[in-house]
């Protein structure tokens, strides 16, 4: 695989993953949307990573990791913005935790987020072309 291949690879995954994040919110399904959002944006990152290095991304969940390897420049408030969105990645965490970000969840606050995390995606897939 070329490295314009792999770098189209992580981006047309990270839409796809950003898009089931829209259907989950269409359907209520609020925590999965959450953890399918911090999906798209790790996948543009390793995106970022591919593209100058060749090499395959770090096997890694941390936005804030992956924005460091691709060797992004980080505000303080993007470095916040990373951290919050990586308590999303809810997969591997305990059920107390999942529960209070469940309760958390609303409609009105996903929407949010995700509009947040559209914006930030938008903005690292156009850095990339």
């Given at each position: 695989?070329?490295?314009?291949?792999?770098?189209?690879?992580?981006?047309?995954?990270?839409?796809?993953?950003?898009?089931?994040?829209?259907?989950?919110?269409?359907?209520?399904?609020?925590?999965?949307?959450?953890?399918?959002?911090?999906?798209?944006?790790?996948?543009?990152?390793?995106?970022?990573?591919?593209?100058?290095?060749?090499?395959?991304?770090?096997?890694?969940?941390?936005?804030?990791?992956?924005?460091?390897?691709?060797?992004?420049?980080?505000?303080?408030?993007?470095?916040?913005?990373?951290?919050?969105?990586?308590?999303?990645?809810i997969?591997?965490?305990?059920?107390?935790?999942?529960?209070a970000?469940?309760?958390?969840?609303?409609?009105?606050?996903?929407?949010?987020?995700?509009?947040?995390?559209?914006?930030?995606?938008?903005?690292?897939?156009?850095?990339?072309?």
């Amino acid at each position: 695989m070329t490295v314009a291949e792999k770098t189209d690879f992580w981006c047309e995954e990270s839409r796809r993953a950003l898009s089931v994040a829209r259907d989950l919110v269409g359907t209520g399904t609020y925590l999965e949307a959450l953890f399918f959002a911090h999906l798209a944006l790790e996948k543009v990152l390793k995106a970022h990573i591919v593209r100058p290095t060749a090499a395959e991304p770090v096997f890694s969940h941390d936005l804030v990791l992956l924005a460091d390897r691709a060797q992004i420049s980080l505000s303080d408030e993007d470095r916040d913005f990373f951290a919050r969105v990586n308590a999303y990645n809810i997969r591997a965490r305990y059920q107390d935790y999942k529960r209070a970000l469940y309760h958390r969840a609303s409609k009105e606050y996903v929407e949010c987020e995700l509009d947040a995390i559209s914006r930030v995606h938008r903005s690292l897939e156009e850095q990339l072309q």
